[in-house]
């Protein structure tokens, strides 16, 4: 996972990145991979980070990020 030190977020964020981790995870075909997991979770952080709060949107963003993202 890429390093997020600088990142800090209260309790109600976390709550909706969490949220929204889960239903992108949920929403996936099997197999999902660890690595699938993990890069919904790198863009979530990212882009909570960046100012998004709608629980949607994150897991919208990440879903596409996952889509778009070259894998070797």
């Known amino acids: 996972m890429k ?3 600088d990142a800090a977020f209260g309790p109600e964020m976390i709550e909706a990145m969490t949220a929204a ?6 929403s996936l075909p099997e197999p999902v991979t660890t690595s699938h997991v993990t890069l919904l979770a790198e863009s979530i952080l990212r ?26």
């Open 47 to 72: 882009t909570a980070k960046a100012g998004e709060r709608d629980v949607a949107a994150l897991e919208r963003i990440a879903l596409i990020e996952l889509q778009v993202i070259p894998r070797t």
């Open 3 to 5: 390093n997020f030190a």
């Open 21 to 26: 981790l889960e239903r992108a995870v949920a």
